[in-house]
């Protein structure tokens, strides 16, 4: 893999505001990527490669007139392909949708045009965002750059997948029970899921959840992710969700460290459910947050036990969408179990909704109090590393099942989580730390992310799948 093609944005930025690199080089690079790699990964479904080196043209011609508008200016990005881009299908990775093409950019789109990056193509994605592993896509399975035979993670696998092989320099990916964050352990990137109402979800077509549902960025490393919520954040009138927040540079004090702050590692759930070795390189993990300074604290969430039962009456307006599919029968689908899922979900009880209403408050306000007592929980992303294709087809397994148990609990709180890789298994596949802040601290859960990163790993990791193609070339 070249050097080019191995930079994080805050490394390529400043070589393409001196004029050192041009635009158009790096979108040639990332598309010769693509044309090498992504037969195998499956990571995209639109790329238009002259549209791309006509904006890196113009990007060029502006930063040549002395008009660089930032740290993104001239950066190929990708974006999920549930996300709207004006021109462009919008196919929720679903053959219903392959002739979808709106109108209209999302309201993350725009800002990444104001912000100067480039919209490389629209990323693979789970049928519907509706899973955790993005086995079924009318577009082709996508696969996990780490080693090809698993799977990446979802919904936004071809998010994480095209991030981490490099195919892109970040992409723009939605969470609605893990599906930014998911991916990002599963490929060995960083994935983040703002304060709820950050970022606006204005043009996510369509919205899985009002109430739980997130737009945000995987990236190469931590300081690309604070970057890419520099330009993502910030109230939109366009999404009755967005919550007005003060304007921050997420980068400003990311370097401050974590000596002093208090760290809660929860007692039950997380670590008991997931396996051994995850466990032991997210406890060592933690432990570095601790050598670095930070002050460890155990906290309870008794109440997470009943998470199956809150999940399960969260609101959502995918089910009356798909409703016209879902009467067609299973073949509108290419992921076989959803018509199921969706036709169970038509006969939820308005008792059952308001219970679920209730055990959400009561997880909400664990959560809360522990909160009080510390600044970030620390936890594993995931119970295990990415399984196998062949074991998430095997229905025997569940592996679907448990996908999402520890990344769920904070879409329905809204809080700011992020997952940054932690190691690698004896297999080597990656782990990822999951940290969560409290609501609108978003700035503080970016820099215990980036202090542990910068002490251990020192960030992004080159997948095998880009190391053979360095070999190779």
Known sequence: MSDLARKTIHDLAPLIERREVSPVEVTREVLARIDALDRRLHAFITVRPDE?????????????????????????????????????????????????????????????????????????????????????????????????????????????????????????????????????????VVGLKATYGLVSRFGQLPATSATTDHLGPLAKDVTDAALLLNVLAGHDPADPTSIRSEPKDYTDGIRHGVRGLRVGVPRNFFFEQAAEDVQILVRQAIEQLEVLGAELRPVDLPSLRHLSFASGGVPTEMGNFLLPLVKQGRSAFTDPMLWERLVIGQFSRAADAIQAARIRNLIGWEF??????????????????????????????????????????????????????????????????????????????????????????????????????????
């Open 52 to 188: 791309a080196l006509a904006a890196a043209r113009q990007a060029e011609l502006e930063i040549g007139r002395g008009e660089y508008r930032g740290p993104l200016h001239g950066v190929p990005i990708g974006i999920k392909d549930n996300i709207a881009v004006a021109g462009w299908p919008a196919t929720n990775g679903s053959a219903a949708m392959r002739d979808f093409v709106p109108d209209y950019d999302a309201t993350a789109v725009t800002r990444l045009r104001e912000a100067g990056a480039l919209i490389l193509g629209k990323n693979n994605q789970h049928e519907w965002a509706l899973s955790g592993t993005s086995l079924w896509s009318a577009f082709g399975r996508i696969h996990n750059p780490w080693d090809e035979a698993r799977v990446p993670g979802g919904s936004s696998g071809g998010s994480a997948a095209a991030v981490s092989a490099s195919l892109a320099y970040a992409s723009v990916g939605s969470d609605n029970r893990g599906s930014v964050r998911i991916p990002a352990s599963y490929c060995g």
């Open 368 to 473: 809360k109090a522990a909160m009080e007592q510390v600044d970030l929980l620390a936890m594993p992303t995931m119970m295990t590393c990415a399984p196998t294709i062949e074991d998430a087809l095997d229905p025997a397994k569940r592996v679907s099942d448990g996908v999402i148990v520890l990344t769920a609990p904070f879409n329905l709180n809204g809080m700011p989580t992020i997952s940054v890789p932690c190691g690698f298994t004896g297999e080597g596949l990656p782990v990822g730390l999951s940290l969560a802040g409290r609501h609108w601290e978003d700035h503080l859960v970016l820099r215990a992310a980036y202090a542990y990163e910068q002490a251990t790993s020192g960030g992004y990791a080159v997948p095998p799948i880009a190391q053979e193609q360095a070999v190779g070339s």
